[in-house]
Nanobody
């Protein structure tokens, strides 16, 4: 399993970013995928989750209405569109998959910094 995040960076409050998670070495289209984030000094938290077909999604209350999770199973890629960013969204963002055996795989993370 390999997960590679990209798209992070520095953005002003109110701005937007689109994160990508490129997946390989497993059958991407068969698995629920999720985005998580970890701010400095805080525990990692779930941001958004999407079913294998993309037909159902769920979000943390803190990002509802601002973030959109999606996936392209033909491209083995998951996305997180982040709008109306706030300083409290600053964190390292990770994508995650849990296999049938319960093994958890994480990407290396991508830093998102929201600051003026």
């Amino acid at each position: 399993v390999q997960l590679v995040e990209s798209g992070g960076g520095l953005v002003q409050p109110g701005g937007s970013l689109r994160l990508s998670c490129a997946a390989s070495r497993f059958t991407f289209s068969s698995y629920v995928m999720s985005w998580h984030r970890q701010a400095l000094g805080k525990e990692r938290e779930l941001v958004a989750i999407i079913t294998s077909t993309g037909g159902s999604t769920n979000y943390a209350d803190s990002v509802k209405g601002r973030f959109t999770i999606s996936r392209d199973n033909a491209e083995n890629t998951m996305y997180l569109q982040m709008n109306s960013l706030k300083p409290e969204d600053t964190a390292v963002y990770y994508c995650r998959v849990v296999t049938d055996r319960g093994t958890i795989y994480w990407g290396q993370g991508t830093q998102v910094t929201v600051s003026s």
